[in-house]
């Protein structure tokens, strides 16, 4: 069993990295990409055809999710969750903005960095994809029926939440935990007693009712920094792990002063027996303030609702909650294989993988194989829990997934590639470059009981020479490779939108034939709404004028109004009536502040509107619906302030009478 010197881990990183730096940089000859006409044939998706999997990749500093169909790499769809989206009114219009709110106020963004699909039986079921924001600490659910953001929920003491979104076998719990430990609660505290006050918490969040999300119980827990986790299954069934760094407690110049220890820890966590004793009363409620936002499913419309305690559990106060397996050093991903039994955490610093077993684990518990106690939580025995080790893998060790057929595959940052090596014999059988410097990488299900194990994409953070320059910004970038086989194979680059530091993938089967196709109009309970053209007009209270429109091919109704005076607001109320799939309208209007809607059919959108001086504004339909779509336009005249013109709108009665339509 290898031994680490401080001094020398410390000159082998600073080597590792000058290395790694260097290898990225340099870039490859192209003769060694792929680029054959058969490997081009297997990612080709003909016209008319359909991918086999949907491959959803956090778009990192853009706030949304990036939907990809793979093999192809076909980029489908912006899922905006945590940030403004002008192109369809996301956090713009009046029935969204409460999706962003937050104890802070308003918050139009954030860094969404991990993608964990709905899992039943330990497989994912594609009901929902759970993501997480970083900065502001969120988890958000979106439906896949819709790809549409419909919950949000604030995570109270909680700085940079980055061990999260990930996800329970039956859905029951997705989890929250710090990279950053802060005062609990966060209050005013001198930055150099971070040991005496700072603390790092791990939130489980009840998940598997739609509109219900919130945080079960917090367990508050040493001031490390907490990185990435998976539930296990099988012997670990009942266990989350959540890899840990920075076990020294620095709080300054971390990139050395938190490489001091030999070993930092893989935190196991038996949340079984933390509702234990969150059932028989330990632990006590503390005050605090956080946000549950959610879409209500009629009205089409969010709310915001304020929560102002949560039941936090010490180690201490539960014991048998939590253990420390020592694992050198730094490590990033605490990965389980599909069979629950090994768990692999990639030390960023480290030389070799290690793998603990969880059987190991639970016997290590059983006979109290101890090295120590800290706050509480006991320590195990290295020795104890670790199964093997794979030796040389490479440079960098950060994410491991599976294959589900007794194969692992870990991500090597500084070395730039994918190494593939056997669990139980912990031999390396193959490894692959990745174009540069890979983050995480991902298995479709590989985080499962059941991985899809016919493809393995690379998200990597360097991209140099791989597509044509857009300035000094290039093009984030993803590589999928076929596994199938023995040997792994480069099939295809592909850009991504913003940063993809992790995605999940699932059989477009399981996703395609539950879409909804349209809003029901006759179950719309928005109150403004409108069924017909003859429910359309417009209405003043005192200085908010609600003009009640419809949109459908290919006119609005009213198109015309006057009687708006400058001081007033107006609230467009847009109800497309159309039943059909795939025939949105959108709505703008000259001089509007915030962006256009884009209403789906059977939905109501609002948009808010000040006018600031007299004239007349345009509106228009911004989504192409017929081949009248430039036809489809308005005005709306706005008269000095004090001006007594009758607010009318205009609509054809004639139609308006026969029903509207």
């Not at 192209?30 to 016209?47: D, E, F, H, I, K």
């Not at 006759?522 to 429109?549: I, S």
């Amino acid at each position: 069993m290898p031994l680490f010197s401080r001094s020398r881990l410390i000159a082998g990183a600073l080597l590792l990295g000058a290395v790694g730096f260097g290898y990225a940089c340099a870039g490859r000859s192209t003769a060694s990409l792929a680029g054959s006409g058969a490997n081009a044939q297997r990612v080709y998706v003909a016209p008319g055809a359909y991918d086999e999997l949907y491959g959803f990749f956090s778009g990192g500093f853009n706030g949304q999710v990036g939907v990809y169909g793979l093999p192809s790499g076909r980029l489908l769809r912006l899922i905006p969750v945590f940030s403004q989206h002008a192109e369809n009114g996301w956090g713009y219009s009046e029935e969204t903005k409460p999706m962003l709110e937050t104890s802070y106020g308003f918050i139009p963004w954030d860094d969404l960095h991990h993608t964990a699909l709905s899992q039943t039986n330990g497989e994912d079921d594609g009901r929902w994809l759970f993501v997480n924001g970083n900065n502001t600490p969120r988890v958000a659910r979106i439906d896949l029926t819709t790809f549409e953001t419909s919950e949000i929920l604030e995570i109270p003491n909680a700085a940079g939440n980055h061990a999260s979104p990930f996800v329970t076998e039956n859905s029951e719990y997705i989890v929250s935990s710090t990279r950053f430990s802060i005062p609990v609660p966060n209050r005013d505290v001198p930055i150099d007693e971070y040991k005496r006050f700072f603390k790092g918490q791990i939130s489980f969040i009840t998940a598997n009712q739609p509109g219900k999300m919130d945080i079960a119980f917090q367990l508050i827990v040493p001031g490390f920094n907490y990185d990435l986790a998976r539930a296990g299954k099988g012997p670990s069934a009942g266990w989350m792990f959540f890899s840990s760094y920075n076990s020294e407690q620095a709080n300054t110049l971390l990139e050395v002063n938190a490489s001091q220890n030999d070993k930092d820890y893989i935190a196991a966590v038996n949340y079984r027996t933390a509702e234990a004793c969150a059932r028989s009363g330990k632990g006590s409620r503390a005050t605090v303030d956080y946000r549950h936002n959610f879409m209500d499913e009629f009205t089409r419309s969010a709310h915001s609702e304020r929560k102002t305690s949560v039941l936090q559990i010490t180690p201490a106060q539960c014991p048998g909650v939590m253990y420390f397996m020592p694992t050198p050093k730094s490590p990033h991903g605490a990965d389980v294989d599909p069979t629950g039994e090994f768990i692999v955490a990639g030390g960023k610093l480290a030389a070799t993988i290690p793998v603990h077993s969880a059987v190991k684990m639970l016997d290590a518990i059983k006979n109290k194989e101890f090295e120590g106690e800290l706050e509480g939580i006991p320590v195990l025995k290295y020795e104890a829990t670790i199964a093997g080790e794979v030796q040389e893998p490479g440079l960098g060790p950060l994410h491991t997934e599976f294959d589900g057929k007794g194969y692992a595959y870990t991500s090597m940052f500084l070395s730039s590639e994918i190494v593939k090596w056997k669990l139980g014999t912990w031999e390396v059988v193959d490894r692959a470059p990745t174009y540069y410097a890979v983050g995480h990488l991902m298995i479709p299900g590989g985080g499962t009981r059941k991985p899809y194990g016919r493809y393995a994409v690379a998200m990597n953070k360097i991209t140099k020479d791989r597509y044509l320059p857009t300035g000094p910004e290039l093009a984030h970038s993803a590589q999928l490779y076929d596994i199938s086989g023995e040997r792994m194979q480069l099939l295809l680059d592909f850009p991504t939108i913003g940063e993809p530091h992790y995605a999940n993938a699932i059989d477009a089967n399981l996703v395609r034939e539950r879409q909804k196709r349209f809003y029901a109009l006759a179950e719309n309970r928005h109150p403004q709404a409108v069924r017909a053209e003859r429910e359309t007009g417009v209405e003043r209270r005192g200085k908010v004028v609600h003009v009640r429109m419809s949109s459908i091919r290919s006119h609005f109704a009213p198109d015309n109004i006057e009687g708006v005076v400058v001081g007033d607001t107006v609230l467009f109320h847009v109800t497309n009536l159309e039943q059909d799939w795939d025939v949105p309208h959108g709505f703008a209007i000259l001089g509007a502040r915030n962006a256009e809607l884009l209403v789906m059919p059977g939905e109501t959108k609002t948009l808010r509107w000040v006018p600031e001086k007299p004239g007349v504004y345009p509106f228009y339909c911004t989504d192409f619906c017929s081949a009248l779509h430039q036809e489809m336009q308005g005005y709306l005249r706005v008269s000095p302030a004090g001006t007594t013109i009758a607010l009318t709108g205009t609509i054809n009665r004639k139609r308006a009478s026969a029903g509207g339509q």
